[in-house]
């Protein structure tokens, strides 16, 4: 099952809700990378301030970009490298600190794909172009958005 089908982009969820609405006894849904059993989707829970007592991981959300540093143990960077190749969805809730949302709830913000890293733990993250493809274009240290079938800057 892809999750996507079953959420709104732009809705918040709160973990409490996913587990309620999914049917989750799994605690691994409360780290920043989860995998629900049953279903073709890699869940990332993202917070960019975190709190004092979490690791303070460098991510943060521009425009339609992730730009993520995963976990420092690196145990889940090959599932979000080969996901496309598994037939897996990437799912995005995110939010910028962690009482922003009732319940410490997230934003979902839609389906993201893989789109390159560096170093260990270190990923870039792209929600598909309106014309169903990943359109890139790498200008100095940072990413534009352009669509190749439209040929404009998204």
């Given at each position: ?26 605690a691994t ?66 939010r910028k ?23 260990r733990s ?33």
């Open positions: 099952m892809k999750t996507s089908a079953h959420l709104s982009a732009g809705a918040i969820y709160s973990r409490d809700d996913l587990r309620k609405q999914f049917s989750i006894a799994d849904i409360n780290t920043g990378v989860f995998r629900p059993k049953g279903h073709d989707s890699i869940w990332l829970f993202v917070t960019e301030h975190k709190t004092s007592d979490r690791t303070n991981y460098q991510d943060r959300l521009e425009r339609e970009g992730l730009f993520w540093q995963g976990q420092t143990g690196g145990r889940t960077d090959q599932l979000i490298i080969q996901h496309a190749n598994t037939g897996l969805e990437l799912l995005l809730f995110y600190k962690k009482l922003e949302f009732p319940k410490a709830g997230f934003r979902f913000a839609g389906v993201f794909e893989y789109s390159s890293h560096f170093g270190h990923f870039v993250l792209f929600a598909p172009c309106a014309c169903g493809s990943i359109c890139l274009l790498f200008a100095g240290a940072r990413y534009a958005r352009i669509c190749c079938a439209r040929g404009v800057s998204t």
